[in-house]
């Protein structure tokens, strides 16, 4: 046992009792009120307190004194010791070699190490505990464990009980009435409910048939558009909401098990209401079912104007004039261009694609859709530095540059040749053609037609502005709506030498020269074709 006093507390080996009032020789040991602190002086003159059997301290008046041991504790809590007369060949004598090496242990006994305290200060003797609550119901949901306040109620009567300033009685626990129970019931069968109908839904998403109409759909007719990008579920819901099928989960599945059914392209589909889901996808399979309008590549807008009519059922020119009108509110570009000499302001702005045409729409809402498009696509070109890098004034110049190739070349092959002899045609410093460009795309352009038989005489009688052959330069404006690949080649043109070239063939086969020699070459294999 360690106390405050060190060593003070070891057990003789002599076999006597440590304290049966027998005095023992201890080397006088220093006293600590706190550890670390500096010693006070005089140490080994301090007065040590003992008590009597009354519990009433007494003093002894020098340190080499010896005490009649007393049976109580000193201030400190440690029991004082009356040293013998220190021995100077052993300051240790009569010790034990180790710590309770061959010792009685009188621990647990009346001369156990401490005493027993006086009397006044004794602890009274705890009190019998509580009766154990029988085996079945010590559950805290049946007894009441668990409650915060009774467990807070039994810790504070502990506390008193250690103390010794008396007991509170123990609370007796709670016990649940059976309406606790019937919450558990309650709530547990909820649970089940719960589980119950959400694991019915997960077999009807997941096994059980989606809902379906049957059949090929009512006489009633409806036109659905599907957006570009659209995917099965987008499209079923579209088609859910137009009252064409009952599910999009039957429309998506039909979809799956369909040959080709996610070929589905946007547009705009005439469909009939209350269609089974495979009919509807089956339909919207057959182009003949889609009332859209495809602008093709190098398309002029004149073609365009007329199949809207026709999709929109309405007669003709009435889009042509509606562009005419409203061209304005188009969104155009700011650097697209409409003098007097432009024969069509929306001409190369009605980008190449498939835009929903139904019955019922109107001519301008279609137009906006390709000028939009065209915008877009342009815009992301970034048009207006380009053209400045490659010779041109502004990038309306460079749009028509684009229909120029389109229009000329036949394959994708020949879109970047032809794009430098155009360039190279333009240059200022051009003795081969004199900056014409001498195209019959263009003077076809004016006329309405496409005949790549122009006899000289016609062709050199007109000065249209639009005759490449008796004007320089660029026509006023595009002469037709170039695509992708033909606005590419017009920004990124081969740097070869071309600048003539033939379609020897008549149709598809087009061949380039760098010299007025080999473009006679050329010349003579064309007529030699064509039988001129």
């Given at each position: 046992m360690?106390?405050?006093?060190?060593?003070?507390?070891q057990q003789p080996h002599d076999g006597r009792q440590p304290y049966g009032g027998q005095p023992q020789h201890y080397p006088q040991q220093p006293q600590y009120d706190n550890w670390g602190q500096e010693q006070?002086?005089?140490?080994?003159?301090?007065?040590?307190?003992?008590?009597d059997e009354q519990g009433h301290p007494q003093y002894a008046g020098h340190p080499q004194h010896q005490y009649q041991q007393q049976g109580g504790w000193n201030a400190t809590g440690t029991h004082g010791q009356v040293p013998y007369p220190p021995d100077p060949a052993d300051p240790y004598g009569q010790q034990p070699v180790g710590y309770g090496g061959g010792q009685p242990d009188f621990y647990g006994s009346e001369d156990a190490y401490p005493p027993p305290e006086p009397p006044g200060r004794r602890r009274p003797d705890p009190e019998?505990?509580?009766?154990?609550v029988p085996e079945e119901e010590n559950h805290p949901f049946f007894t009441g464990g668990g409650d915060d306040d009774d467990d807070e109620e039994h810790e504070l009567a502990n506390r008193r009980d250690r103390r010794g300033k008396g007991k509170k009685p123990v609370k007796p626990k709670k016990r649940r009435t059976g309406c606790a129970c019937m919450v558990v019931v309650l709530v547990f069968g909820g649970g089940l409910g719960g589980v119950g109908y959400?694991?019915?839904?997960?077999?009807?998403?997941?096994?059980?048939?989606?809902p379906d109409y049957k059949g090929d759909g009512t006489g009633e007719s409806v036109t659905v558009e599907i957006p570009k990008g659209a995917g099965g579920w987008d499209i079923g819901n579209r088609l859910k909401e137009a009252g064409v099928v009952k599910s999009a989960e039957a429309f998506v599945h039909a979809?799956?098990?369909?040959?080709?059914?996610?070929?589905?392209?946007?547009?705009?589909?005439?469909?009939?209401k209350e269609m089974s889901a495979a009919s509807a996808v089956k339909m919207m399979l057959d182009p003949n079912s889609q009332n859209n309008v495809v602008v093709t590549p190098g398309e002029r807008n004149a073609g365009v104007y007329e199949a809207i009519d026709k999709k929109l059922e309405l007669s003709a020119g009435t889009t042509q004039k509606a562009a005419q009108a409203s061209f304005k509110s188009f969104g155009m570009p700011t650097w697209a261009q409409n003098n007097g000499e432009v024969k069509d302001p929306l001409?190369?702005?009605l980008f190449p694609g498939t835009y929903p045409a139904a019955k019922g729409m109107k001519p301008d809402a279609i137009l906006k859709q390709m000028v939009a498009q065209a915008k877009s696509k342009y815009d992301a070109y970034g048009l207006t530095a380009k053209a400045e890098s490659l010779g041109l004034n502004n990038a309306f110049q460079l749009v028509t540059v684009a229909s120029l190739v389109q229009a000329e070349g036949k394959t994708h092959d020949d879109f970047r040749k032809m794009a430098e002899v155009v360039y190279n045609r333009l240059k200022p410093g051009n003795t081969e053609t004199n900056q014409l460009l001498q195209f019959d795309s263009t003077y076809n352009y004016l006329k309405g037609t496409s005949n790549i038989h122009i006899s000289e005489k016609e062709i050199?009688?007109?000065?249209?502005p639009y005759n490449t052959y008796t004007h320089k330069g660029l026509p006023p404006g595009p002469i037709g709506n170039p695509g992708e690949d033909a606005m590419l080649a017009a920004l990124n043109p081969t740097h070869d030498g071309w600048i003539y070239f033939v379609a020897t063939d008549g149709q598809n086969n087009t061949e380039f020269a760098k010299t007025y020699a080999e473009f006679q070459q050329l010349k003579e294999k064309f007529n030699a074709t064509s039988g001129n």
């Open positions: 360690y106390g405050d006093g060190g060593w003070e507390g006070q002086p005089g140490y080994g003159h301090e007065q040590y307190p003992y008590y019998p505990e509580p009766e154990a959400y694991g019915y839904k997960f077999y009807q998403n997941r096994f059980a048939p989606a979809q799956n098990d369909i040959k080709g059914g996610n070929g589905i392209q946007a547009g705009a589909y005439l469909l009939k001409e190369g702005f050199n009688s007109n000065h249209n």
